[in-house]
């Protein structure tokens, strides 16, 4: 039997953020339930923006997900307790170009309230409707350590989704 989401306010969280995306990572997964793709993440943020509620997450062009991101309207960021490390590390070192995620992970996904794809095995999915992008500029970078996490020069965009659903698994 599937699990059961309830949809819950995002306020009402008693999630730390940081810990949440830095320490226990996310999927981050846009598309549809016909044709997605996911990738683990350990940047991002929560928080309020134009009198939203929205998640920042950052894709490198490089990456399959980045195609997805670009012509979906919506995605979603699932996490996940700890015994999905295996899972989060596979997603996060395979290209959906040449693994098929889903099976070898054995994670189920599951068609979002607006069309989207979230995953069975998740405790908390938000899910997001893209309201902005913008690609970094490291001429924008005001400490200059930070370019060294880019040696190939493959610099994020960053994506901003207003959060359209919390559940709760």
């Known amino acids: 039997m599937a699990k059961q989401f309830r949809e819950v306010d ?12 830095g320490t ?6 846009p598309g549809t339930p016909e044709s997605f ?9 929560l928080g309020i923006l134009w009198n939203k ?13 980045f195609g997805f991101m670009e012509r979906s309207p919506v995605f979603t960021l699932s996490f996940f307790d700890r ?9 996060g070192s395979k290209s959906g170009r040449d693994t098929d995620k889903v099976k070898a992970t054995g994670l189920v996904p599951v068609a979002s309230p607006s069309g989207g794809v ?9 899910e997001c409707r893209k309201l902005y992008w913008h690609d970094l ?15 190939k020069k493959d610099y994020h965009r960053m994506y901003v989704g207003e959060i359209t659903a ?4």
């Open 166 to 169: 919390c559940l709760a698994g």
């Open 137 to 151: 500029d490291p001429g924008h970078f005001l400490d200059p350590k930070i370019d060294g996490n880019y040696p």
């Open 10 to 21: 995002p306020e009402s969280l008693n999630e730390n953020s940081f810990r949440l995306i």
């Open 83 to 91: 015994e999905y490390r295996d899972a989060l590390n596979l997603c």
């Open 118 to 126: 979230y995953f069975e095995q998740a405790r908390l999915v938000l």
């Open 53 to 65: 509620k929205v998640a920042t997450c950052v894709i490198r062009p490089v990456r399959h997900t």
């Open 37 to 45: 793709n996911t990738m683990t993440a350990s940047w991002g943020s």
């Open 24 to 29: 226990e990572w996310m999927l981050i997964t």
